[in-house]
């Protein structure tokens, strides 16, 4: 079939594509390169699919959608403190883009749209682990756009009898990750510092737990939810493994993946998103207590819906994982 993946650049869409073109899919690929990277559009030296310079907000965007079946909306600010800082852009990105992306998609007769929302709308939220049928009630932008554009789905959904299913990700890693933006995801930091020998600065060494879920896994289900039979009207679904990692058990599987005896340093969590000094001018700065909840939220999703309707299991080890993650970031970083 033909697929369209915006955020087509990025760490989870790349992936996706190369699968898709592995097996014979004609895949296209829709990036701004706000922050994707060309590397990602390369696979055994050579470009796969291909690539369309656009942006998911272009008024223009249906012209790409001829003939597709499946969009996978992928593209978005996913950084919690890019988000909190330039909110407008964020709400612009992640939310009122997804309206015209499903518009492109509605006029242009796509049969299934896929939405990628995020776990961290379960962010206020008290369960030991996460049901999609929770009320969420999130505070921080990033959070709040995505469950914004949730909203959206609803309504296209509802209105014009569109298929889309909406995808809240847990913690995806695994390689192709970006190491270089200022707020790589934890598991990409700790990877670059430790190849440059550094001393990675983590600001967690509590036993709370988050979810992780290698991307080869993510890639299946995605798949899976292409290809399945009925429709769905903006139904939700976790994307998790259904198991919780702490900060200094992940630092331990680094250690051993890099065969290291590097030590962490770890910081006063109210300093977390110091990088991001904007945050705390004004008359209003944010609350150093809702930085400090946000390191210490726990975060595991029931996978039991996905399993239930897609028969899916997440199966990489976290062990097995976190070694090729090591392994791709010092490939990518020159050792």
């Given amino acids: 079939m033909k697929v369209l993946i915006t955020g087509g650049a990025g760490f989870v869409g790349s992936q996706l594509g ?16 706000s922050f994707g990277h060309l590397d990602n559009l390369v696979m055994d030296g050579r470009p796969f699919g291909r ?13 790409y959608f001829a003939g597709v079946e499946v969009v996978v909306h992928l593209a978005g600010i996913a950084a919690l403190p890019v988000c909190q800082q330039r909110p407008g852009e964020a709400y612009d990105v992640n939310t009122a883009a997804v309206g015209n992306v499903l518009e492109a998609a509605r006029r242009a007769g796509v049969r299934r749209v896929l939405f990628s929302s995020t776990s961290a709308v379960y962010e206020n939220n008290k369960s030991p682990a996460f ?47 970006d190491v270089l933006r200022t707020s790589p995801p934890f598991t990409s930091y700790v990877a670059r ?14 036993d709370v737990r988050r979810d992780y879920v290698y991307v080869d896994d993510v890639v299946d289900l995605l798949v899976r939810m292409m290809e399945a039979d009925g429709r769905f009207a903006a139904e939700r679904f976790n994307i998790c493994s259904g198991r919780g990692y702490s900060v200094p058990e992940l630092y331990q599987m680094f250690r051993t993946a890099s065969g290291t005896d590097i030590e962490p340093s770890y910081g006063d969590p109210e300093r977390f998103w110091d990088a991001y000094p904007v945050l705390f001018q004004g008359n209003c ?51």
């Fill in 51 to 63: 690539f369309v310079c656009a942006d998911v907000r272009d008024e223009d965007l249906e012209q």
């Fill in 131 to 177: 049901d999609e049928a929770e009320t969420v009630q999130p505070d921080l932008v990033y959070a709040s756009t995505k469950a914004a554009a949730e909203l959206v789905c609803d309504g296209f959904a509802r209105n014009y009898g569109m298929d889309i299913v909406v995808c809240r990700f847990f913690n995806v890693y695994g390689p192709h990750q």
């Fill in 285 to 335: 700065p944010l609350s150093r207590e809702r930085i400090v909840k946000e390191v210490y939220k726990e975060a595991i999703g029931k996978p039991d819906k996905a399993r239930e309707r897609f028969g899916w299991t997440a199966k990489v080890a976290i062990e097995d994982g976190i070694a090729a993650v090591y392994a791709d970031a010092k490939r990518r970083l020159g050792g």
């Fill in 18 to 33: 190369q699968h898709l073109h592995r097996r014979g899919d004609e895949v296209v690929l829709l990036d701004n390169m």
């Fill in 193 to 206: 510092e430790l190849v440059c020998g550094r001393t990675p600065h983590l600001f967690n060494q509590s």
